[in-house]
């Protein structure tokens, strides 16, 4: 039978600049795809579904289809006629070349990794033992893992058992290093799990991860002696599917591919993360024997693979939230072949491990003293120890700290101004990294807006005066020119519009809300509170007097509030290192009382009052 002749397919070539991938992709693709496909991931702070912004890209040469009507509104058409499209809403009509601005790319962020930290007894799960073998001989034929199990014994340890990773590798290591190894062990009530073979005297490292929604930050830890040998946080590359967790959920839902793309993504960069700290640090990952790793449970969820879809309906319900102890090898993670994970308990579908590690780092479960954590994301988990209890709740305070939704808004990258002052009618501005300003980060658009209310600009329901100097109209709405064309990095106005300002409204009155609803459910007000503990990212380098001044925080004395960094990631080293304080956490969760926003009776109420300046 003649073969139907074959219908070659059509394809049009993306061209990124200044990255300087090119990727053939077929008609209908967009550029958002066509980006990712081609291993460039943009920022796609929704996940592609067109209202956010972030995915900015600029034509330089060829068609593309018709801006959207989205487009039309989110960009205006100035900035639509110098060639600015939304990747997510263009599909290429020719070969076309795109400049990629650096706002859109995830990379060259401050990344916050480090926390106040506090000393306590290290008691790891995984020890080494020492062992030095007589080798077999025709008089003493036991296996090898029978020889090894024996010299545990001797000592007084429980039995020696290993999967068929570790065995395998006690019987090349053995012969490898003349009988003499160093054994990592993991001691159970009734067996010595085998864990890792290695050369004499290696020192036995453990890995503590925080996996944010937006950041990773990683930590390679010498379990012997609790030194942190090398650590980095880099761009979490889930957020090229959608910035917060609800738009990767929504991601996932559509596919079973997508689902597994999303652990696939964040697995490869685990792993590249953990090869370059290991070749900073001259070790091997081969000699990590375990790795805690903490985030919101969502990301706990994508990281296990587990199902994210009753995560992302009402009622929120987590697969699990005990503290889960599985195989490196069945997520994919490159540490030592027979080591293990540890995943701390999740506390709701809304406040995972990450704020129970926080909560261990805050020593909320000792010393009576009543204090406030909020650690500030894209949600805000916030925490209340008053007495034996600790009253939590998680609120959507959204992606605008971050940079998004905000029309000038960008992450905490080079160009990005990170702090305004106004005085006299004369606006200075302070960029990360002293660059021309392209951008507000969400430190800058606060102070921004902090300043904008002591000088009048703004009143406290969040309006503009339209009288004010800066002040002017663009389509019946009004904004402030930070910074004129000239004074920019790219030759547009930075302004801040109504809409930004709404947005810092809701992020801020649901953070204050939130801390209003816990303070009544304990029954006490912002006076009885000792201790304000600000942890995140953004809380590290926010303005407290500003965040004060629009009322993200009550006016109390400002030496009440400490900025303790990535507690998380402290959290999540401690239980590395200590068994102890594993036990601490769990009984710290069985303190917990869960506060559910959505359905507390006010809150809508509570919600809209704490908008206001
Ligand atoms: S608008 Fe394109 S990813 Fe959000």
Redesign the pocket.
Known sequence: MESSPKIPVHTYTVDLEPIGRRIAVEPGTNL?SAAQRAGVDLV????????????LVRLVAGTLTPPTM?EEE?LGTERISSGYR????AEPLSDVRLDIPPESLPVAQKMQVEGRENAFVLQPAVIPVDLALSPPELEDLRSDLTRSSQALEERGMPPLQGDLAAISALSEELRAHDWQVRLAIRQNDNHSQLVAVLPPGTPLLGLAVDMGSTKLALYLIDLNSGATLASTGVMNPQIAYGEDVVSRIAFANKSENNHRLLQTRLVDTLNEVIHTLCVQAGKRPAEIVEAVMVGNTAMHHFFCGLPVTQLGASPYIPAVTQPLLIKAIEVGLNIASSGSVYLPANIAGYVGADHTAALLASRANQDGRTFVLVDIGTNTEISLAHGEQIFTCSTASGPAFEGAHIRDGMRAAPGAIERVTIAGGEVQTVTIGGLAPVGLCGTGILTAISEMLQNDVLDMRGVFDRSADRVRTVDKRAEFVLVPADKTGHGRDVVVTRKDVHEIQLAKGAIRAGIGVLLDEANITVEDVDEWVIAGAFGTYLDLASAQQVGMFPAVPLDRFQQVGNAAGVGAKEMLLSNQKRDESLGMIGRVQYVELTIYPDFTQRFVDAMYF
């Open positions: 958002l796609a702070a929704c996940g592609g579904v067109g209202i956010c912004g972030t995915c989205t989110e939304m990747a997510c809403q």
